[in-house]
């Protein structure tokens, strides 16, 4: 893990990899419980049975934005961003979904500093990440994340 408590720490790291997140478990009641969340209970996501029998993939499949929204747990895994004010998830770039996490498959956040710029006392980094599916080729999506960090002087 990265330990980063400096705007010119970050800096360092410009154009390379910051590391690997360890791997995290889609369950059926992660799924579950997005779904309760964010009231999308569509079939592929949430009828196990249906899905199995009736579905594309053979069994349900997590929500696209449930993977998403793992990316500052997992983010936190790879590096440790210490001296911090705030810190704010500002904006995703170019993203696309690669294909589907099927319920109980391993995923993993692989993250690099695309960009760093300093906005008057305010990092913004632009981190390019892909979360891999552990046995597949194809990642379940890649992009561009944005994040602000406010660091204590």
Do not use: C
């Amino acid at each position: 893990m990265q330990i980063i408590t400096s705007h010119a720490e970050f800096e360092q790291h410009l154009g390379k990899a910051l590391g690997v997140s360890s791997w995290h478990t889609i369950t059926q009641e992660q799924i579950n419980k997005f779904a309760d969340a964010t009231l999308d209970y569509q079939w592929i996501h949430t009828d196990e049975e249906k899905a199995k029998n009736e579905g594309p993939f053979g069994s349900t499949i997590a929500h696209g934005y449930l993977t998403l929204s793992l990316i500052p747990y997992l983010w936190k895994e790879i590096v440790d961003i210490q001296k911090l004010k705030m810190e704010i998830n500002y904006g995703i770039e170019s993203l696309r979904f690669a294909q589907p996490v099927l319920v109980n498959a391993k995923i993993r956040l692989k993250a690099k500093l695309a960009s760093i710029v300093n906005l008057r006392g305010v990092t913004k980094v632009h981190m390019a990440i892909e979360m891999e599916i552990e046995g597949q080729k194809k990642p379940a999506f890649s992009g561009e994340v944005v994040f602000l960090y406010h660091f204590i002087s």
